[in-house]
């Protein structure tokens, strides 16, 4: 039998561009088999009249299917990575949530 050495991994595109997406809502949706992701951007807009509110559209979506697994790893990944930002440039403070807003955590 002969001995192997480690895996080697290259990360990057190879020289292909990757799109990048902004995304500030994320909707996340579960089954038995899989987490399910689908980012987008709500986008405010003026309202029609003075007394109105304004309109919130969604922009496009880009969903992101993953193993219950790998939900839990990149769970573990983006905490510490949250960790590590907030050590070097301080806490992260949330807004106040809003009563008619999804809770956070919850």
């Known amino acids: ?13 190879g020289g292909v561009s990757t799109p990048t997406q902004y995304s500030n809502n994320v909707q996340i949706l579960l089954s038995s088999w899989d987490f399910t992701l689908e980012f987008s951007q709500l986008i405010l807009g003026a309202p029609e009249q003075e007394n109105q509110q304004p309109s919130i559209s969604m ?3 880009q969903r992101i299917i993953m193993s219950p697994q790998h939900a839990k790893a990149f769970s573990m ?3 510490q990575n949250v960790r590590q930002w907030e050590e070097q440039f301080g806490e992260i403070q949330l807004p106040p949530q809003n009563p008619n807003s999804p809770q956070i955590g919850g």
């Open 1 to 13: 039998m002969t001995e192997q050495g480690p895996i080697r991994f290259q990360l990057g595109s």
């Open 59 to 61: 922009g496009a979506a």
């Open 77 to 79: 990944i983006l905490q």
